[in-house]
């Protein structure tokens, strides 16, 4: 059935008319937390991507300027990854959702194909629940994404599409679209000069978090907004399906690919026990550079 949806997926996307136009707990009797996958996931590939619609043709984009922040937290975007783009990346989070443990995770992935000509796809591997035996859990994680006029992508995909026994963030298809804008031309270091939008529907950890625990098979809302604060820092909301997750993506070193994304998730309190901290720290590599 997945396979099923999967093709139906693919086929609407590269259709001319498309053209145009973890954070959830394990279900079980005593639910114990989200994976911090989804987190790593969504700020590498929001991470690889926001210099291209954004800042393209040397404009305001130097060549020593190797990769810009983030633009979401834990929900996907619809700007993905092309041929010749690698990307590796870990988070962690200090306590996990109904639990006093750390967990962590480490994924890495590549794109494949020209989302500007016709699609590209992203296929990337996650290593789950580090604090348990390394590399016992696994999945997989696929999205489609094609590139639109205006600063603008539209993406289907699903996390986890795959995964071993004993994932707890469920396996998610989703659907989304994103549109970045420059918002005045005061320079790359004047403040809330860029902005980034994103916007999409998803079932299994895009529900609430009381639809997933039941296994509802429903679909929920989610999206995240980025607004420049100087060209190395942009701050972020992420509203996830379940809760609202705040925080900033960073480029420390303006030379390297490298981007840190601190946040808080569950800060309204609509999910989970309380507030809790995380950490994703992400490198990208570009083997089209130069060429």
């Given at each position: ?23 959830a707990?394990?279900?079980?009797d ?7 996958s989804?987190?790593?996931?969504a ?8 210099s ?15 990769v810009?922040?983030?633009?979401t ?8 990854a ?25 994924t890495?992935?590549?794109g ?16 789950l ?14 999205k ?6 205006a ?5 289907v ?8 026994e004993?994932?707890d ?13 420059r918002?005045h ?9 860029v902005m ?13 978090e ?31 399906g ?10 420390p ?5 490298i ?33």
């Amino acid at each position: 059935m997945r396979v099923l949806l999967l093709c139906i997926i693919v086929i609407a996307l590269v259709s001319p008319a498309a053209v145009a136009a973890q954070d959830a707990p394990e279900r079980s009797d005593e639910p114990r937390a989200d994976t911090t996958s989804d987190d790593t996931l969504a700020a590498l590939r929001a991470t690889h991507r926001l210099s291209s619609p954004v800042e393209r043709g040397g404009v305001e984009l130097p060549a020593a300027v190797a990769v810009l922040p983030g633009t979401t937290i834990n929900t996907p975007t619809a700007f993905g990854a092309r041929w010749g783009q690698v990307y590796a990346g870990a988070s962690v989070q200090e306590r996990i959702r109904y639990a006093d443990w750390t967990d962590g995770v480490v994924t890495m992935g590549a794109g494949f194909g020209d989302p500007e000509k016709w699609v590209g796809l992203d296929v990337t591997l996650n290593i789950l629940d580090t604090y348990t035996e390394l590399a016992k859990d696994r999945s997989v994680s696929l999205k489609l994404h094609r590139r639109l006029p205006a600063s603008a992508a539209i993406a289907v995909g699903w996390e986890n599409i795959w995964h071993t026994e004993g994932t707890d963030g469920g396996s998610s298809p989703y659907a989304v679209v994103s549109k970045s804008a420059r918002l005045h031309d005061g320079g790359p270091w004047v403040p809330f000069g860029v902005m980034a939008a994103s916007v999409g529907v998803g079932g299994d950890r895009f529900q609430s978090e009381g639809a997933f625990l039941r296994g509802d098979t429903g679909a929920g809302v989610f999206g995240s907004l980025a607004v420049r604060l100087l060209r190395p820092v942009h701050a972020i909301a992420n509203w996830t399906g379940q809760d609202l997750s705040l925080g900033m993506s960073i480029t420390p070193l303006p030379r390297l690919p490298i981007v840190i994304t601190p946040a808080l998730m569950d800060v309204t309190g609509r999910a989970g026990d309380g507030v809790r901290f995380s950490m994703s720290a992400a490198i990208i590599y570009d083997f089209n550079a130069g060429s």
